[in-house]
């Protein structure tokens, strides 16, 4: 619940203070407006994400969106806390992993992250499904698939990256 994200993200922020941590980036859920109030309070600085996902049957409820709806929503989010805090706050987009987001959402993500001058966070080769996945659908590895569709630049962060290849 919106309640939950907030009182979790308070109690995440207190213990990252706690061990002298001022900073992080969030992958995200979808009641990130109320992570940004808890970064507010707390004073950190943060990278918020909304999770992003509009394919697998496997997600089910809030989590999964249509392409437009992710967009329009991570794009709200931007308009509301873009530079709040004083600057503290950055709102970028969010790609949760290729296996969870349609070729047109990632085209979109990395369409609308330059236009608004903002980054793309995703997760990326985590583990062996993914690139399993990739290469059967999109013959490249997901590296190779998000450089394709423009996705992977310099306003590009991935987290994980278990299983790069030597390319």
């Not at 900073?23 to 999770?51: I, N």
């Not at 793309?120 to 499904?129: R, T």
């Amino acid at each position: 619940t919106p309640e939950d994200s907030y009182q979790s993200a308070l109690l995440c922020c207190l213990q990252m203070i706690k061990a002298g941590i001022t900073g992080f980036a969030d992958a995200g859920g979808v009641h990130m407006h109320r992570v940004a109030d808890a970064v507010l309070e707390s004073g950190m600085r943060a990278v918020l994400t909304r999770s992003t996902m509009d394919v697998g049957d496997f997600i089910t409820g809030e989590m999964k969106d249509t392409t437009t709806g992710n967009i329009d929503k991570t794009e709200q989010l931007f308009r509301q806390y873009h530079g709040a805090g004083d600057g503290r706050i950055q709102i970028w987009f969010g790609m949760r992993q290729v296996m969870t987001c349609s070729r047109d959402l990632i085209e979109a993500l990395s369409t609308r992250s330059k236009e608004l001058g903002t980054g793309v966070h995703g997760h990326l080769c985590e583990h062996k499904d993914e690139v399993a996945f990739c290469l059967e659908k999109y013959h490249r590895r997901p590296v190779e698939f998000l450089y394709d569709v423009g996705l992977l630049a310099k306003n590009f962060t991935a987290a994980h990256c278990v299983l790069l290849s030597a390319h």
